[in-house]
């Protein structure tokens, strides 16, 4: 594998739609001397993602393989998706679970470590018009990510649980938080009510978004810092390093050390090009409101 290129640029939504999404994103991938590229996507938000190039391969471990579709959408994620990617120009668009309520508008747990094909499945219609139009479009990037922004603004609606969504998702960026109880007390609602917002909004309960949670501040610890070792980077709430690789491998399905011994070649150009950008190298990170510098 060599002669590659990944460049990722990243482009802020509109100022309306704050806490909505993590990025509206650009990806120019040169395979280089080699046909195609694997790699595997981090459990994350939901996703848009509009290829104005080769389309992608990608699977969901025991799903079958979505390929020859130009609009992948996913659901928010507790599992990898790999995928193979040939040369090729895509846009995508992080859905922020307030966004997901806003814009997709159905319960986020019913597309759980999904992946669809955008310009079939009838949850994802809205934004085959605007999948369209960036495929017809000559315009300059900067031209292209307003275009975006003002598809998503014409599709703007009122969110009923708006302030509870942002109250539950600036209480899991707390690296303190470890418990569905205090999680409870600090977002000030009972557990049957934090239980339904999570699930229906965040795709999954509260305690698996705490462990989620957890799991990433460590696994993107480990992919910013090269040559790391896991027993530097892991979350200090882990009792100790045999319960982090229980929980990674629950995750991610392979082993802290499988996973470290894969090249990444797309993925790990994309996180250090965000941690640049937006300070946060994976959208599990990112905060619900937008970033003050």
């Known amino acids: 594998m060599g002669g590659y290129s990944i460049n990722a640029r990243f482009f802020a939504p509109p100022e309306a739609l704050a806490g909505c999404f993590t990025s509206f994103y650009l990806l120019e991938c040169d395979s280089g001397d080699d046909p195609y590229l694997d790699d595997m996507l981090q459990p994350e938000w939901g996703n848009l993602r509009f290829f104005l190039g080769a389309a992608p391969e990608a699977q969901v471990k025991g799903e079958r393989s979505l390929k020859d579709t130009p609009f992948t959408a996913t659901g928010p994620s507790t599992a990898p998706i790999r995928f193979r990617l040939r040369s090729t120009r895509m846009w995508g668009v992080g859905l922020l679970p307030l966004g997901w309520a806003k814009f997709i508008g159905l319960p986020a747990c019913n597309f759980v470590n999904g992946l669809y094909d955008g310009l079939k499945h009838p949850a994802f219609a809205q934004f085959v018009r605007l999948f369209d139009r960036l495929s ?158």
């Open 136 to 293: 017809a479009s000559t315009a300059s990037d900067k031209n292209q990510a307003d275009l975006i922004c003002d598809h998503f603004l014409a599709l703007d609606q009122p969110v009923r649980d708006a302030e509870r969504i942002a109250t539950v998702h600036e209480a899991l960026l707390d690296p303190s938080l470890n418990e569905v109880g205090t999680m409870a007390e600090r977002t000030g609602m009972n557990r049957r009510t934090l239980e339904r917002i999570c699930t229906r909004h965040f795709g999954f309960p509260p305690q698996l978004l705490i462990r989620r949670q957890r799991m990433m501040r460590s696994l993107a610890a480990y992919m910013l810092e090269h040559g790391a070792r896991w027993s530097e980077v892991i979350d200090t709430n882990y009792h100790d390093q045999a319960h982090f690789s229980r929980e990674f491998h629950a995750f991610m399905g392979i082993s802290p050390s499988e996973y470290g011994a894969l090249h990444h070649p797309v993925l790990g150009a994309f996180m250090e090009a965000r941690k640049l950008a937006l300070g946060s190298p994976v959208q599990t990170l990112d905060p619900p409101h937008p970033s003050s510098t």
